[in-house]
Structures are given as C-alpha cells and as structure tokens.
C-alpha cells in the first residue's frame, strides 16, 4: 500500500474529500511495516503540507514522540522535528535532541550554519524558538564550544535579506551561553526550565534583579501571568523573512496584527507557563501554640539568618564566599553561596525587613545545625540582651506573626508548584 502524496491531499482538500483522506491515510498508517512507518514520517516532515494539515501534524507528531518510530534519524530530520513542532512543544523536542544518539547535537549546530549562510525560510519568532530548543539541550550545550560558535556566527556572511536571521541566532545563544542571564538565574533557581527562564526574563526585560525579586515574592507562573500586560507583548511586532516589521509601519492591516498578537500570547500562556491555575490555599495557622515541626523548623531558620545578617550582613557579600563565617552559615543553613548572596541582595533593597518574604525555591527547609550555630549566637549575645530588655509591643507581636505566617504560606505555594511541574505534560 503507498502513502498519498502531498499533492494528492490538496487534490482532495479541494473537492472536500480530506475526511476519507484522512481516514486512508489512517489506516495506511497502521497497517505499514515501521521501516515503512518511519519512510512516512521523513517524508512529510519534508513536505509543505504538514505545516497545514491537522491529521498529518498529529499523526507524525505521534510517531516522533509517543512510539518513537525514527530510527536512523539525521541532522536534516532532526532539523524538521525541531522546526515543526518546536515553536509549540519545546519540551518535548528538548527532551528529543537530549535522547538522540552523540553524533546529532555534535554536528547540529554546524548544520545550523550551512543553513543560516543560505538563508531559511522561517519568521524572526519560529527561529528564535529553533535556538532556543537547540541552546536548551544539555547535548548540544556540553558539546558545544561556545567561543567557536559565537566567531564563526559573528563571521556568518548570509544573503543581505537572511542578515537578520544571524543576529536573531546570536542574541538567543549569548542568552543561553555559561555566563549568560539564564544561567545565573538558575543558580538561584535550579527547578526552573531554561526556556521557562527565558520566558520570565521576557517579562522583565532581562532584568536579573527584578525578576529574583518577583520570583520570591510569587512563582514563575504567577510571573508569566503579569506579561499580558507587559511591555514585551504590548510592543509586539510581527515577524518576516526580509526582518521586523512593527505596528506603526502596517497601520492599513491593524486586525491582522491583532490577531498575530493574541496568537503570541496564547502561546506564552499555553507553553511556557509550568502549572495551571492553582487552588487556594488553606488559611494559614494562627494560634502559635498549635505550630507544626516544619513551621517551627523554618522559624528557627528565618530567625537564624536574621540574627546572622543584623550581627554581621558583610559575611553575605561575595568577597566572603571562603571566610569561615561564610563556611560556616553554608553548613548550618544548608544554602549554596548564590541563595545567600540573592537573599542579602533582595533584603537589602527593601525598606524594611517585614516586606522581605522569602520564598526559597531551590532547597527544602534546612535542618539548623545547634552545635554549629554556637558561635554565631554568641556572638549575637548583646543583642539578645538589649532585646529582652525591651519587651515586644502587641503591635510588633502582631507584625511578626504575620510575616512568619506570610513566609510559610509562600514556602507551601513553592513546594506545591514544584509538585505539580513535575506532571506536566505538554502536549501537541
């Protein structure tokens, strides 16, 4: 039995027979050999009519990912994987090139080469989402060499119309690169995807700073939310092959690019957002006396860093990463230097210490080392001293109650978030 042709769809798209169509090319589907099945899936991943069929994307997309029908793939197929679904399945192409055998992601970004020096025929926002499949691959990235890649890219010579494309590879590889922003956010996150990282430094317009600050405060969803109203999807511009054209230059087809807007943004919400909508949280636990041993654990650790930090905050700085003071506040919070720093770095910039809740993604509540902790509480005996003196107001009572509730309750948010990304399955 032969497949139908790309041709031969359109014929029968044309006089309305694309449901029997459908149904022959189901059936053709089944009942072929897997050599034949996977002679099917190259073919129309090469062909113009995946990208306009549903039944052909879908039936192909199974193939590739669910039964895992490529054998004896190449860079040309990978290529076509990557271009086809990858503006809508990043994580499943990412978790594909991380699967493939050593020789694809070691010759991947030299075919990526020879096609940029030709030209590809892909809109500025279909290859920002190519490279960020391909730099999000811990394959590609592992062997890759970063400053060989960056020259040969800077001494690209593509056709004048596709000189756009090589800045567009660029921008998203220096993003990705060792010292790039992503890398450095998921030093202090490192539960967080690297695309899902790229699409919250979106929202702050790759303001590192901002974006600790909003990730303590609330999750990466929550996050990812507020970018309905962000500049960078306000300001969006549609995309062609000959570069960026933006909205003042097509005022004559505003609906059109209304659409393409709304189009954008569902696929931000629909992709890049790592949980649903969450449920509301039980209210928090008022009566101190009834506080269970997490809670108590993670007083014990808030006003452990607390008394560190009034004692001495230079011990948070980065010039005190081997002191024995540094050394030691690792091992008794179990934190890495990153999460001190990021700490000292958000509670340095607010007015006052209430405001600073702290929601530690990265690590689960750390144990506090009592025998450790001896010298740094004795250190802070004088404070101690002065504050018995001066016994609490019920207004500051009240106060820190609060905020020791607001902190759990962000901790509780956190560890429910980090539960439900891990079933997250995103499909076709």
């Known amino acids: 039995m032969e497949f139908p042709s790309?041709?031969?769809?359109?014929?029968?798209?044309?006089?309305?027979?694309?449901?029997?169509?459908?149904?022959?090319?189901?059936?053709?589907?089944?009942?072929?050999?897997?050599?034949?099945?996977?002679?099917?899936?190259?073919?129309?991943?090469?062909?113009?009519?995946?990208?306009?069929?549903?039944?052909?994307?879908?039936?192909?997309?199974?193939?590739?990912?669910n039964t895992k029908t490529i054998r004896n793939i190449d860079n040309e197929t990978v290529f076509q994987i990557i271009r086809t679904y990858g503006y809508q399945n990043i994580h499943k192409c990412v978790q594909f090139l991380n699967s493939c055998r050593r020789s694809i992601p070691a010759k991947m970004t030299v075919f990526?080469?020879?096609?940029?020096?030709?030209?590809?025929?892909?809109?500025?926002?279909?290859?920002?989402?190519?490279?960020?499949?391909?730099?999000?691959?811990?394959?590609?990235?592992?062997?890759?060499?970063?400053?060989?890649?960056?020259?040969?890219?800077?001494?690209?010579?593509?056709?004048?119309?596709?000189?756009?494309?090589?800045?567009?590879?660029?921008?998203?590889?220096?993003?990705?690169?060792?010292?790039?922003?992503?890398?450095?956010?998921?030093?202090?996150?490192?539960?967080?995807?690297?695309?899902?990282?790229?699409?919250?430094?979106?929202?702050?317009s790759f303001d590192i700073e901002l974006l600790t600050t909003?990730?303590?405060?609330?999750?990466?969803?929550?996050?990812?939310?507020?970018?309905?109203?962000?500049?960078a999807v306000q300001n969006m511009s549609i995309n062609t092959n000959s570069g960026t054209i933006h909205s003042s230059q097509i005022a004559d087809d505003r609906e059109a690019l209304r659409k393409k807007e709304e189009k954008q943004k569902e696929?931000?919400?629909?992709?890049?957002?790592?949980?649903?909508?969450?449920?509301?949280?039980?209210?928090?636990?008022?009566?101190?006396?009834n506080k269970s041993s997490a809670d108590k654990k993670l007083d014990e650790e808030q006003q452990f860093i607390w008394a560190a930090f009034n004692s001495d905050p230079s011990v948070f700085s980065r010039e005190k990463r081997k002191s024995p003071e540094r050394k030691q506040l690792k091992q008794n919070l179990n934190w890495s230097d990153e999460q001190i720093e990021g700490w000292?770095?958000?509670?340095?910039?607010?007015?006052?210490?209430?405001?600073?809740?702290i929601n530690y993604s990265a690590r689960s509540p750390a144990v506090i080392n009592k025998k450790n902790t001896k010298s740094i509480n004795t250190s802070n005996s004088a404070n101690k001293e002065q504050q018995k003196e001066k016994p609490k107001s019920k207004a500051k009572e009240k106060k820190d109650r609060e905020r020791n509730e607001k902190w759990r309750d962000g901790r509780r948010k956190e560890d429910r978030r980090r539960k439900e990304a891990k079933q997250i399955v995103q499909p076709e």
Request: aromatic share 8%.
């Open 6 to 65: 790309p041709q031969e769809l359109k014929e029968l798209e044309k006089k309305n027979l694309l449901n029997k169509a459908d149904n022959y090319l189901a059936q053709a589907f089944l009942n072929e050999k897997p050599l034949e099945q996977e002679k099917f899936v190259v073919k129309y991943l090469s062909s113009s009519s995946i990208q306009s069929l549903d039944i052909l994307r879908k039936a192909v997309f199974h193939a590739i990912f």
């Open 112 to 204: 990526l080469l020879n096609k940029l020096k030709q030209g590809m025929p892909m809109d500025n926002m279909e290859l920002e989402k190519f490279c960020i499949v391909l730099f999000s691959s811990k394959n590609i990235m592992n062997q890759l060499n970063a400053d060989n890649l960056s020259k040969k890219l800077v001494d690209l010579k593509p056709p004048k119309e596709y000189t756009w494309q090589r800045e567009s590879v660029l921008t998203v590889f220096n993003i990705y690169a060792e010292d790039g922003p992503i890398n450095i956010l998921r030093q202090i996150f490192p539960d967080l995807m690297p695309f899902t990282c790229h699409a919250l430094l979106e929202v702050t």
């Open 214 to 231: 909003k990730l303590l405060d609330s999750s990466a969803a929550d996050v990812l939310r507020e970018s309905d109203n962000s500049s």
């Open 267 to 289: 696929a931000k919400r629909r992709y890049w957002m790592e949980e649903s909508e969450e449920p509301e949280l039980e209210e928090a636990v008022t009566d101190q006396t």
């Open 344 to 357: 000292a770095r958000v509670v340095g910039s607010k007015s006052k210490p209430e405001s600073a809740t």
